[in-house]
């Protein structure tokens, strides 16, 4: 796909420059505590669509307690719903189950999905693969509780933002490994590659909510060892085939650091003769699906990526 940028969405430019988001300091900059402090005060503001049901639950992970919160839309008669395992943005080091609340709502009730959503073990504390088993494991849980959860276990995937999203492609990775059928991967702005050297790397290298540096930040609190950066879990495209990988949903927007491995890893998947669906909104950013109230196409780009997830999940 053709991957050149617009001019950046005038509301966009306008949050940036005097909205919730103007004041953020660079990722790269701030300590991780700080960071996190930071985060959860930005993204855990929105509300989102109105659900069901949320219930937090415990599931028991590859390094003891790991919370999820379940999020039901209203059910069809039959009771079965496709479900999806959401893992949150944050470059593995960010992120809590409140500041991907809004995301989770809006995919349960547009898509009409069982939304598991993650709290998975965050880096520098508990680098890769921490985050990747935690995944796994959630993706478990769900199949395995698929009946007193309402999920239909034959459309059940996996999604994420940014980081989340790289988390979501290493486990349609896993999942391929292991023989798991997933039903889907949905792949938001996700983080893919560990080589920071891309055309969208060079020409967004200082753009506001993700530099270049606050990426090479992020790798270097996930990666205790270097090594790991050419490992496909931590960095799927550096997988040597995407065969037979799970059916995937891909956004991508022109003006974010991580715009060409996305477009580069949707390309590959169609390839590989993976069934892929990818959506690129060129005068967009990084993180555009939490700023919807704010960004009239933003809130399109929501509604079209979600439909797509709606008709690959039927």
Request: glycine content about 8%; hydrophobic content about 45%.
């Amino acid at each position: 796909m053709d991957e050149r940028t617009a001019d950046l969405d005038p509301q966009l430019a306008a949050l940036l420059r005097e909205g919730r988001v103007a004041e953020v300091p660079p990722w790269h900059t701030m300590s991780v505590a700080g960071a996190r402090r930071v985060e959860d005060e930005v993204f855990s503001a929105g509300e989102g669509p109105a659900v069901a049901e949320t219930a937090d639950r415990h599931v028991d992970g590859p390094g003891g307690d790991l919370p999820v919160r379940v999020y039901w839309p209203e059910a069809p008669d039959d009771g079965r719903l496709p479900g999806l395992v959401f893992c949150h943005g944050g470059g593995w080091v960010l992120g809590t189950l409140d500041s991907a609340d809004d995301l989770c709502r809006a995919f349960a009730a547009r898509v009409g999905a069982v939304v598991v959503s993650v709290d998975y073990r965050l880096a520098p504390e508990h680098p890769f693969p921490a985050a990747v088993e935690d995944a796994w494991a959630a993706v478990a849980w769900a199949r395995e509780s698929a009946a007193s959860l309402g999920i239909d276990p034959d459309r059940l995937g996996v999604a994420g933002t940014s980081a989340g999203g790289g988390l979501a492609a290493a486990v349609g990775l896993r999942a391929r490994e292991r023989n798991v059928l997933l039903a889907a991967q949905v792949l938001c702005y996700p983080i893919l590659d560990s080589g920071l050297d891309t055309p969208s790397y060079r020409e967004h290298a200082d753009a506001a909510l993700l530099s270049r540096a606050d990426v090479a930040w992020f790798w270097e609190q996930y990666l205790a060892d270097p090594a790991d950066a050419d490992d496909p879990l931590a960095a799927p495209a550096r997988a040597g085939t995407l065969a037979d990988a799970p059916p995937a949903v891909v956004a991508t927007a022109g003006h974010d650091v991580l715009r060409s491995e996305g477009v580069a890893y949707a390309d590959r998947l169609r390839e590989c003769g993976v069934p892929t669906s990818h959506h690129h909104y060129p005068s967009l950013a990084h993180g555009f699906l939490s700023l919807t109230d704010e960004v009239d196409r933003a809130a399109a780009a929501m509604r079209e990526v979600t439909a797509a997830v709606r008709d690959i999940l039927e």
